[in-house]
């Protein structure tokens, strides 16, 4: 969030606030593509500040949930090293102190283990489902940031048509087109700053939401993988006895069993 912030505070400040009269003003407008009016200005800036925090966030959850976060290696390799070295006690323990999204899991299975082989499995499922619902739950700010962002700059598109119309109303039917366009060029300019900042956020939740399924899929494969040495071993197969062959003739004739 804090990345957010910054990322803000350096774009805002290059972007021209107020509207002045005078040729200079409307050159930088058209280069910013800033209306002309207050209102239209205003709702301008606000998007562009959503568009400055939504790249920012999108930046702190990519560093955020990266592969090396979720799923760390020497998490992996430290529980089987104890494991295999029945080193139970400290493996629980370590498991417990790690705050990944797998050392979570694993400390949630190693502590069923007192119950058996089907607990822990039931223990990776739950917690990973829980854990996977942690973690999507941050980027839920970009399908809402995305959803709202259109609607703001609707909200300028209504304005920048009801100016327009008041100005035709005014005049009579027969206004200066370039009155005109002020209010159809605010319209415009407001929908456009609205898909910036939709667009983007609406594309990295997906791409955010499509990562975390597969990391958190995969981070539930390895905890299983990890507790395979707890699954018990099944039952010898016996060998089941050969039928018996009915006797032919071409078989040798068998002693009569002695009697009892």
């Given at each position: 969030?804090?990345?957010?912030?910054?990322?803000?505070?350096?774009?805002?400040?290059?972007?021209p606030?107020?509207?002045?009269?005078?040729?200079?003003?409307?050159?930088?407008?058209?280069?910013?593509?800033?209306?002309?009016?207050f209102?239209g200005?205003l709702?301008t800036?606000?998007?562009v500040?959503?568009?400055?925090?939504?790249?920012?966030?999108t930046?702190?959850?990519?560093?955020?949930?990266r592969?090396?976060?979720?799923?760390?290696?020497?998490?992996?390799?430290?529980?089987?090293?104890l494991?295999?070295?029945k080193r139970?006690?400290?493996a629980?323990?370590?498991?417990?102190?790690?705050?990944?999204?797998?050392?979570?899991?694993?400390?949630?299975?190693?502590?069923?283990?007192?119950?058996g082989?089907?607990?822990m499995?039931?223990?990776?499922?739950?917690?990973?489902?829980?854990?996977?619902?942690?973690?999507?739950?941050?980027?839920e700010?970009?399908n809402?940031?995305?959803?709202?962002?259109p609607?703001?700059?609707?909200?300028g598109?209504?304005y920048?048509?009801?100016?327009?119309f008041?100005?035709?109303?005014a005049?009579?039917?027969?206004?200066d087109?370039?009155?005109?366009?002020?209010?159809?060029s605010?319209a415009?300019?407001t929908?456009?700053?609205?898909?910036v900042v939709?667009?983007?956020?609406l594309a990295?939740?997906?791409?955010?939401r499509?990562?975390?399924?597969?990391?958190?899929?995969?981070?539930?494969?390895?905890?299983?993988?990890?507790?395979?040495?707890?699954?018990p071993a099944?039952?010898?197969?016996?060998?089941k006895?050969?039928?018996?062959k009915?006797?032919t003739?071409?078989?040798?004739?068998?002693?009569?069993?002695?009697?009892?």
């Open positions: 969030m804090y990345l957010s912030i910054l990322l803000a505070g350096v774009v805002l400040p290059a972007t606030v107020w509207a002045q009269v005078g040729d200079e003003s409307t050159s930088v407008a058209k280069m910013f593509l800033l209306p002309g009016d209102l200005l709702i800036w606000l998007l500040f959503l568009s400055a925090v939504s790249i920012g966030y930046l702190s959850l990519m560093l955020r949930y592969r090396s976060q979720l799923l760390p290696d020497e998490t992996r390799k430290k529980v089987s090293d494991l295999m070295g139970f006690t400290e629980i323990e370590f498991a417990a102190k790690d705050r990944s999204y797998l050392g979570r899991v694993i400390s949630a299975s190693l502590s069923e283990a007192g119950h082989f089907g607990a499995e039931r223990a990776i499922e739950e917690a990973g489902d829980s854990q996977t619902t942690r973690a999507l739950r941050p980027i700010y970009l809402v940031l995305g959803n709202i962002a609607m703001i700059g609707l909200f598109t209504v920048g048509m009801i100016v327009a008041d100005k035709l109303q005049s009579g039917g027969r206004p087109p370039a009155a005109l366009a002020g209010g159809i605010t415009m300019i929908t456009f700053w609205g898909l939709a667009i983007p956020a990295s939740y997906a791409l955010m499509n990562k975390i399924d597969a990391l958190t899929s995969e981070g539930m494969l390895i905890a299983e993988q990890i507790i395979a040495p707890f699954k099944g039952p010898t197969p016996q060998p006895p050969s039928p018996k009915a006797p003739q071409d078989d040798p004739p068998q002693p009569p069993s002695p009697n009892p």
